[in-house]
């Protein structure tokens, strides 16, 4: 009882939290200007660290209206604005043009916060004395948050320094990794990734010639285990280490062109899964219907399967595919014997 209690305002973080109030002011005339009347403030976060402004408009912000928007706030930093505080009746406020927040109840005696000739609230909050005390503003995201409800976050002061900095050791980083300059790193990368596809769409289709075989497997022979004729007509089963589906599709594509005539199943174990896939060739699918070797393949192994007479798919556990391999065999040659309906 009768304890003395001594409290003290941290001095950074309540400067920091100024620099990004005030910056949350400039903003919102900012993006009023570029953007149209219509903005109106829908919410916001102001923290030591960052703030976050959500306000209301229809499209997203493009990158070109980004940066004019930023350049118009860090011109009133620059132009270094004394704020004008003070109270008058709130109607007086509005007549003056103050900002009110929608929906948000005030007295009969009112706050303002202003930069005069930019921007006019009602606001009860701590600000910088002048725009110049801001330091730089950098915006660093924008995004939708809501039907017509956009949401733009930034950094001010030391925190945009920061950040400047931070971005110029990377992109430091990057022009030695690339050997390119700045002004010419971005065209570099962009060749760099086309390059790369290239490098990546040789490298499959090497890899699909290892996986298809040198040659196509003649009529009637086994060819490493895996094909087979069936009343005349020349399948294939084979288990291949692809790593999804399309590439087992376009394998599967490669040795149906191969066969000329024929039905290719192939099979690919995945993180204790099976993926498997069926192709039919085109003079063969009145007689062997692909989808039906698909569900078939996955009933057989407590999954599923479907698709059309050409191409289908199944999948169900890795531990099953020979029991799906002998499942489609069977379907198979029940379809060429003619007693599969």
């Not at 090497?206 to 009343?231: C, E, F, W």
């Not at 005349?232 to 280490?241: F, I, K, S």
Request: aromatic residues 2%.
């Amino acid at each position: 009882m009768g304890a003395g209690v001594e409290l003290r305002v941290d001095r950074e973080t309540r400067e920091s939290a100024q620099r990004h109030h005030t910056a949350t002011h400039l903003l919102h005339a900012a993006l009023r200007q570029h953007l149209g009347t219509g903005v109106r403030q829908a919410g916001s976060l102001v923290h030591p660290d960052r703030l976050r402004f959500d306000f209301t408009h229809g499209a997203p912000v493009s990158e070109e209206q980004q940066e004019a928007i930023e350049g118009t706030v860090n011109e009133w930093v620059r132009r270094a604005v004394p704020l004008e505080i003070s109270e008058r009746s709130y109607d007086e406020a509005v007549a003056a043009g103050a900002m009110a927040l929608f929906g948000e109840k005030y007295g009969d005696r009112v706050r303002t916060v202003e930069v005069p000739g930019f921007s006019l609230e009602l606001c009860g909050g701590c600000h910088v004395r002048n725009t110049g005390e801001i330091g730089p503003v950098a915006l660093v995201g924008e995004r939708g948050v809501a039907a017509g409800v956009r949401r733009i976050e930034a950094l001010a002061g030391d925190r945009a320094d920061r950040l400047r900095r931070s971005q110029a050791h990377l992109l430091a980083t990057l022009e030695r990794e690339i050997g390119a300059d700045g002004e010419h790193a971005a065209a570099e990368v962009r060749s760099l990734k086309e390059r790369l596809r290239e490098v990546e769409r040789e490298l499959s289709r090497l890899r699909l010639g290892v996986l298809a075989g040198d040659g196509k497997p003649a009529p009637g022979q086994d060819a490493g285990g895996d094909t087979r004729s069936i009343r005349g007509v020349d399948v294939v089963l084979r288990e291949v280490p692809a790593s999804n589906v399309g590439e087992l599709r376009s394998l599967a594509d490669v040795l149906r062109g191969r066969l000329g005539s024929g039905v290719v199943v192939l099979g690919a174990r995945d993180d204790g899964k099976v993926k498997l896939v069926a192709s039919v060739t085109k003079d063969l699918q009145d007689r062997v219907d692909a989808a039906a070797v698909a569900r078939a393949m996955g009933s057989a192994i407590s999954g599923s399967g479907g698709g059309r007479r050409d191409f289908a798919q199944a999948g169900g556990r890795a531990e099953n595919l020979t029991s799906a391999f002998a499942a489609a065999e069977r379907l198979i040659e029940d379809s060429l014997s003619g007693t599969h309906s």
